[in-house]
């Protein structure tokens, strides 16, 4: 595979989320007033929980074998090992800073994600 092939295969993904985008901006936009308030509410749902995950999976699923997703083993044992660290560290820091007890959840869930 030469570079612009590469280039290509890496491009493709991301002008068919830029594309989604820019359909559902147009979408919002007050003056075209094809979608209400609740309307622009439920179609967000909708993308954020059902066609974004769907478009990554599909180019993910397209791309890998069998013994590709046994050679990344690693990936989701590190993310694992990232929300474990995370959550201990930020329950360290709610002790030490003595959090709003309101906010416990918040801080331990933000330095578990690496936020």
Same mark, same amino acid.
């Not at 359909?23 to 993308?47: F, K, P, Q, W």
């Not at 820091?93 to 994600?113: D, E, F, N, S, Y």
């Given at each position: 595979?030469?570079? @612009?092939?590469?280039?290509?295969? *890496?491009?493709?993904?991301?002008?068919?989320?830029?594309?989604?985008?820019?359909? =559902?901006?147009?979408?919002?936009?007050?003056?075209?007033?094809? #979608?209400?308030?609740?309307?622009? %509410? %439920?179609?967000?749902?909708?993308?954020?929980?059902?066609?974004?995950?769907?478009?990554? *999976? /599909?180019?993910?699923? /397209?791309?890998?074998?069998?013994?590709? #997703?046994?050679?990344?083993?690693?990936?989701?044992?590190?993310?694992?090992?990232?929300?474990?660290?995370?959550? *201990?560290?930020?329950?360290?820091? +709610?002790?030490?800073?003595?959090?709003? @007890? %309101?906010? %416990? =959840?918040? +801080?331990?869930?933000?330095? *578990? =994600? =690496?936020?």
């Amino acid at each position: 595979m030469n570079i @612009q092939e590469l280039f290509l295969l *890496a491009l493709m993904p991301v002008l068919k989320t830029l594309l989604i985008a820019v359909v =559902g901006l147009y979408l919002a936009l007050d003056h075209v007033s094809i #979608l209400t308030a609740e309307g622009r %509410h %439920h179609l967000n749902n909708l993308v954020f929980y059902v066609f974004f995950p769907s478009l990554c *999976a /599909s180019g993910l699923i /397209s791309s890998s074998t069998e013994t590709g #997703l046994f050679s990344l083993w690693f990936v989701p044992v590190s993310i694992l090992i990232t929300f474990l660290v995370g959550s *201990a560290l930020g329950w360290i820091l +709610v002790k030490i800073t003595r959090t709003p @007890q %309101h906010l %416990h =959840g918040l +801080v331990i869930g933000c330095c *578990a =994600g =690496g936020r």
